[in-house]
């Protein structure tokens, strides 16, 4: 028995108020998507009602400031502009580390500046992070500044971290940790200073086993010097 093909229109046909519920649901992405598929889409996707919720769901401590502008300029050119503003601010962020990496290393007090220089910016959130920071585009280095900040500065749970890294892709590269261990005054001696390497994936890094090496990077060279990088056999995975 054929089945009957779908009335023609079916999904332009839908009551303002449903097509509404459905966009308001959506992620950026999904609702751009969307927007393209038809003319009444569009003008559903485009809506205030729309843009106002991403915006407060990304950035809920800028949303107050922003609502009267969103009088004027709409929600969604409120939260376009604010995008680009993140991007600029984040991109001075890696534009920094790249000019700092020594021959693929990062010294430690480079690498603390990046993470004081985000927590600097007033409206930077998870969702920031992922879009600019655990990008496939950047280095592992990069990816690893995006992974400590959430973690140690927006307290997102390591879990959902992880979940960020593999969704994006990038929770598999590695990164080369370098340890210089100031040897200890005992007894009017002073011991051996001590070298470690631990070679560690960022997806690692967000369960026990990495504990003690994030616990390194987050209280930074105040008893060990450290150097990050980039683990050359995994920089294209």
């Known amino acids: 028995m054929e089945l009957s093909p779908a009335p023609a229109g079916r999904w332009a046909d839908l009551p303002e108020d449903i097509a509404l519920a459905v966009a308001s649901r959506l992620q950026e992405a999904d609702v751009c998507a969307l927007g393209g598929c038809s003319r009444s889409w569009r003008a559903t996707c485009d809506a205030d009602y729309v843009w ?7 950035w809920p401590a800028a949303a107050a400031e922003a609502a009267p502008a969103s009088r004027v300029q709409g929600w969604k050119a409120l939260y376009i502009n604010q995008h680009r503003r993140m991007d600029v601010a984040i991109s001075n962020v890696v534009e920094f580390v790249g000019s700092s990496l020594n021959n693929g290393w990062l010294e430690s ?6 993470i004081a220089d985000l927590a600097l910016m007033d409206d930077i959130g998870f969702l920031d992070v992922k879009f600019f920071l655990f990008s496939r585009n950047h280095s592992a280095i990069i990816n690893l ?3 400590h900040y959430s973690i140690a500065s927006l307290h997102v749970l390591p879990a959902e971290v992880s979940k960020a890294l593999q969704a994006r892709q990038v ?13 200890r005054w005992f ?5 051996p200073d001590e ?3 631990r070679k560690i ?22 008893h060990e010097v450290f150097r990050l990088q ?6 294209d995975k």
């Open 109 to 114: 007090e480079c690498y603390l500046k990046a």
């Open 145 to 147: 500044i995006g992974l």
């Open 195 to 197: 070298h470690v390497s």
């Open 201 to 222: 994936s960022l997806s690692e890094l967000t369960v026990a086993e990495g504990a003690e090496i994030l616990a390194i990077l987050n209280r930074g060279a105040v």
């Open 187 to 191: 007894y009017g001696f002073r011991l």
């Open 230 to 235: 980039i683990s050359l056999a995994d920089i």
């Open 171 to 183: 929770a598999g590269r590695r990164v080369c940790v370098n340890l210089l261990k100031l040897g």
């Open 52 to 58: 106002e919720r991403l915006f407060r769901c990304r």
